[in-house]
């Protein structure tokens, strides 16, 4: 078997075990039979079991993150690429939920070297919702740049939104009950994201009353 498709069964079978015991107690023993291969084998392959989570790390970020790139048209309306993105974020973590367990889960609790892997991931994903955002309320103004977003504004805005479809992806995953369709947990999101974007694309902000302190 070529050494490729081996080392994919092997980080197949990684993925569901960290997934499903977790980092600390997931064994290398349990790993190996699930991939159909020896311990030693995978220890030749793949060094250790902190390099072989880091590996599977990595695999799952750059899958995701290719998801969501592919699925964005460069020449689309900004509300066009929003959604499109979050609707192709939400149908990766649904179709991979043990990649999605993985990177949300383990990999924020476990340190070095996986948890800079998903901070890329997140970074990346924060700096296109930031040029979306900025663009959404760009498209909107008017000649006294009224919609117009400070740059800190859209940062916090972006931060905001990937925090959302984090969570709600998480939600989605281990609902017990009726499972939302990818397509329905990204209308939600975007329900909520492109009312409060559309004011601001009018200019309209929210103040507070002269009254309340």
């Known amino acids: 078997m070529p050494r490729e498709v081996r080392e994919r069964q092997m980080l197949d079978a990684a993925v569901e075990v960290f997934a499903r015991r977790g980092y600390r107690a997931a064994s290398m023993d349990e790993i190996a039979e699930l991939a159909g291969a020896s311990k030693p084998l995978v220890y030749l392959y793949l060094n250790s079991k902190e390099d072989l989570f880091g590996a599977c790390v990595r695999r799952e970020a750059e899958a995701l993150k290719a998801s969501v790139r592919a699925a964005i048209e460069p020449d689309a309306s900004a509300d066009d690429r929003l959604w499109h993105g979050l609707r192709a974020f939400f149908t990766h973590t649904a179709e991979h939920p043990d990649g999605w367990a993985v990177l949300s889960c383990q990999a924020r609790t476990n340190g070095e070297p996986a948890a800079p892997v998903v901070d890329e991931l997140r970074q990346e994903m924060v700096g296109l919702v930031t040029r979306l955002i900025a663009a959404t309320a760009a498209e909107g103004a008017d000649g006294d740049g009224s919609a117009a977003l400070a740059g800190h504004e859209a940062s916090g805005l972006a931060h905001a939104l990937v925090g959302a479809a ?34 601001l694309r009018a200019g309209r902000r929210w103040t507070t009353h002269a009254a309340r302190p």
Request: proline share 3%.
């Open 166 to 199: 984090e969570s709600l992806a998480g939600w989605a995953n281990t609902r017990t009950g009726a499972v939302p369709s990818a397509k329905e947990t990204a209308a939600t999101l975007m329900n909520v994201a492109w009312v409060g974007l559309e004011n």
